[in-house]
């Protein structure tokens, strides 16, 4: 029997973090009749009572997200909590029945991923990894563009993902599940993936620890390369301590097409295709891209389909970043046994939906102040 949920799909949001308020909050009063938001679980007093009020909705704490669970009063969570809970929770939800949108990374280790798989397969919910830029026009038309062959072959994919994140934000706890390749080098590795459509076969990375006390646990940055099939080679740099950027570009026989920023979700983005010496540049106008995957997990759900992007797709990002500490570490190439291929990314899962107002939050801090 396919668990599936009425309509519109219920959803607690479990987690009221920084992203969680100026973002996945927002996204619920722009989702139409598909989704909406039914409660609210954190640890703080403040937060619920505000947000509670705010939204219109109950606020429970997380002694109490058992009985949430079995209320009858929500069919799915979206969990926005540190990475070293994902696992937990998501295992707790599909026990009672609940569908699962989990924030990424899945997890942070592989068994812990897999583990989440597989309880929600064994019960029969759908589990989906908020991969946001799976449902956004630029990502998507440049996935097209890459595919059509108009910079000819792609042979290389190189970007940079950096910002300064503060002493006491969750990012930089190790114990939380942070660190640079866990929280933005992910995007990196995922758009390499998805542009080159396959999975990397061996990787190497080179960290370095920084000399201020906020990279005490876990690196400031890291610089990675992967080798793909077919002889080609994605590379990138991501770091907690340096000044904000996000870009990527591919270099094909023909051509480049760079995206900058590349994985922004509060602002314009800006595509380059460049062929010898001709330039094509289009500006793709800023989108609620977490009510569009909100929709989408709900038309999921409601329909018993497997969501793109799955807990797999999550599981394989997982597996490469666990490589990549390894390489680091140990200081040497990792190879990285291939799972089966997975449903990939492209222009049909492009959702426009105009951005919300940003809230001001309670209690949740940005990751960083500059």
Known sequence: MVRTAPSPVRFAVVGLGHFAQTAILPAF???????????????????????????????QPYEAFDLLLTSGEIDAVYIALPNSLHREYTERAALAGIHVLCEKPLAYTSADAEAMIHACRAADVRLMTAYRLHFEE??????????????????????????????????????????????????????????????????????????????????EAVSVIMRFPDQRLASFLCGFGEAKASHYRVIGTKGILKMDPAYTWHSDIRQTIIIQDKSEQRTFEHRDQIAAEIVYFAECVQAGKEPEPSGREGLIDVRIIEALRTSYTEQRPVRIEQLPPDPRPDTSQSIKLNPPHRPQPVHAEAPSRE
């Open 29 to 59: 009063t722009n989702v139409g009749d598909k989704a909406k938001l039914a409660a609210l679980v954190t640890g703080d007093g403040e937060k619920a009572a505000k947000l509670g009020l705010r939204y219109g909705v109950p606020a």
């Open 138 to 219: 630029a990502n998507l038309q440049a996935i097209k563009a890459v595919q059509s062959g108009r910079i000819g072959e792609p042979r290389l994919f190189d970007s940079l993902h950096t910002m300064q994140v503060d002493s006491d934000n969750i990012r930089v706890d190790r114990s939380l599940g942070g660190g640079p390749l866990e929280d933005i080098g992910i995007y990196c590795i995922n758009a390499a993936r998805y542009l080159f459509r396959a999975e990397p076969e061996e990787v190497v990375a080179m960290a370095v620890q920084g000399t201020e006390r906020r990279f005490r646990e876990v690196p």
